[in-house]
Every structure is written in C-alpha cells, then in structure tokens.
T-cell receptor, first 114, second 113 residues
C-alpha cells in the first residue's frame, strides 16, 4: 500500500520551455503532497507543501511563479517548471501523506535543461 | 538538520555484520522521526518511524533508537545484506501543524562482500 507514482521519470528539454511533472497517489487519498528538490549527493530540500483545493505554501527562497503547483484532487498534484533554464536541472521528488501517516515518496523526476 | 555538504559520509560494513547509522536532529520540539532508504535514481523508501514518547522501536531487522536528551537518532540494521546498500536519511517532523519534514544530511551505507 501507499504507492506514489511520479511521471515522467526523466525529461530533457530546451532552455525556455515549461515542464510539467505529475505526482499521483495510487491507492490512497493524499490530503497533503510535498515537492522536494535534490542535488547530487545532497539531502532533500522541501520546495512547497500542497493541500488539495488550496494554494500551495512555498518555502523561503522558492519562486512560486517559477514553480507552479496545482493540487486539483486528492490523488494528483502537478509541478510545472516555467521557462526552465539550465540551473533548474535537478532531481524533483514528490511525496504524499494522509492523516498522521508518514510521507510516501515517488521515484523522482530527473530534469535536464539544455 | 538541513544538508549543506557536497558529499555524503559513508559507512562501510561487512556483509552479515550489524550497521549503525546515526543522525543528529535539529529541533527539540520535533515529535516524530522517520528513517528513509534511498537507492540510486529512486525516491526515498520508508523504513521505520518512532514517536517522541518512545525511545526504541523494532521492525524486521531494523531498530530505531531515540535519545531526546542529546537530540540523537540511530538506525540499527541487523545482519546487513548487499541489498541494504543505499543512502539513509533521517527526517524529523516539525511540530508546526503542517507535517513538514526536515531531512538530515544522509549517510551512504556500503556493504562489502
């Protein structure tokens, strides 16, 4: 149980394009979803917290107009990296939780901007 | 605490031996702690958790110890296997009502055959 699916797992695109990443909870309803960014050999950095039907809460230093988050249902949240540039290249990971259960993570999306 | 390093500390253990991975957490008010295992190119996988009203919890081959006095958490893996090779992160739940986690810096576990 508690499976979180993330898509795509890997994407390469040109500088200036926008990229959408999907995060789905497959077998449970996620009251809250989280988006993280991870650089090589480093820990996970929380970008934003997303509750279904409400605006995401962004961590300090994360540009909300750059990283658009939509949490339209209890099983789907999306992260759109707008006008992506090489410095946005990273490993993006989502997690989902319900009630007091621990966060369960997707397998991440490796984003490479050329 | 939050990671600022450019490389992970590594623990090398002989196959069959026990592993102990340590973590210092940052907030004395944190009420819930979790250990995650992350394999290369994948997301973190839940291993075991513990609430702040406990000091020890056991799972299958794993034990988590919590010492609130010194804000220290450890993960013990019994009879370490090659499949245990991964990066291990501790996470603390901040008591802010948002259930945000703060992740530790991580430790790479290498199991030697």
């Amino acid at each position: 149980g508690a499976v979180v699916s993330q898509h795509p797992s890997w994407v390469i695109c040109k500088s200036g394009t926008s990229v959408k990443i999907e995060c789905r909870s497959l077998d449970f309803q996620a009251t809250t979803m989280f988006w993280y960014r991870q650089f090589p050999k480093q820990s996970l950095m929380l970008m934003a917290t997303s509750n279904e039907g409400s605006k995401a809460t962004y961590e300090q230093g994360v540009e909300k107009d750059k990283f658009l988050i939509n949490h339209a249902s209890l099983t789907l949240s999306t992260l759109t990296v707008t006008s992506a540039h090489p410095e946005d290249s990273s490993f993006y990971i989502c997690s989902a939780r319900t009630g007091l259960q621990p966060q369960h993570f997707g397998d991440g999306t490796r984003l490479s901007i050329l | 605490g939050e990671s600022v390093g450019l490389h992970l500390p590594t623990l090398s253990v002989q196959e069959g031996d026990n592993s102990i991975i340590n973590c210092a957490y940052s907030n004395s008010a944190s009420d819930y702690f979790i250990w995650y295992k992350q394999e290369s190119g994948k997301g973190p996988q839940f291993i075991i958790d513990i609430r702040s009203n406990m000091d020890k919890r056991q799972g299958q081959r794993v034990t988590v110890l919590l010492n609130k006095t010194v804000k220290h958490l450890s993960l013990q893996i019994a009879a370490t296997q090659p499949g245990d090779s991964a990066v291990y992160f501790c996470a603390e739940n901040t008591p802010s009502g948002t259930y945000k986690y703060i992740f530790g810096t991580g430790t790479r576990l290498k199991v030697l055959a």
